[in-house]
């Protein structure tokens, strides 16, 4: 609520806005053509503005969403230069020894990228049948395995920080025959 000592601004543009008085009372005449005309074009100019800025936010999503994975892409390149090294000295190598530790090492550099990127397996063997991350494949009689829990994994399972990318396949006791 305004006190006498108050000014509302909108009381303030209201009668920026209202024609003068002269002191004997009568309206002085104003230029309504003009004033419509001014205030069209500040309102054609609104909308171009809006126009723009919704054709600039479309372009940037667009872009957003192509290069999306561009800084991923580019912290896999090292595992691919080396996955490509490792394949040229498999082809000239006399032992599979040297093979087996370079590839070892790829997995290795592959494992550490994709947990650096919060990528993590889902637990699976030995565990609880869960179906919200197991997805079962089979059934199998187990002496060993309680009723229930998986036997084995046949395909890893993957998920993204707390979203399920992809649920483990796995194989599920039965129990004891």
Request: net charge negative.
């Amino acid at each position: 609520m305004n006190t006498s000592n108050e000014s509302d601004p909108l009381d303030d543009q209201v009668l920026e806005a209202a024609p003068d008085a002269t002191p004997d009372g009568e309206i002085a005449e104003v230029d309504f053509q003009a004033e419509a005309a001014k205030l069209k074009d500040l309102a054609l100019r609104a909308r171009a503005d809006l126009d723009n800025f919704r054709k600039r936010s479309l372009r940037e999503k667009e872009d957003a969403i192509r290069y999306a994975n561009n800084g991923l892409l580019e912290k896999l390149l090292p595992v691919i230069d080396n996955f490509e090294l490792g394949l040229d000295a498999a082809r000239n190598a006399t032992d599979a020894a040297s093979v087996l530790q370079g590839m070892s090492m790829v997995h290795r550099q592959l494992q550490d990228f994709i947990r650096s990127q919060g990528l993590e397996e889902v637990p699976a063997d030995g565990e609880p049948f869960d179906p919200n991350k197991h997805d079962a494949v089979s059934q199998e009689f187990s002496a060993e395995v309680p009723e229930g829990n998986v036997i084995r994994q046949v395909r890893k399972g993957y998920k993204l920080k707390d979203r399920l990318l992809r649920a483990a396949s796995v194989i599920v006791s039965k129990g004891a025959q």
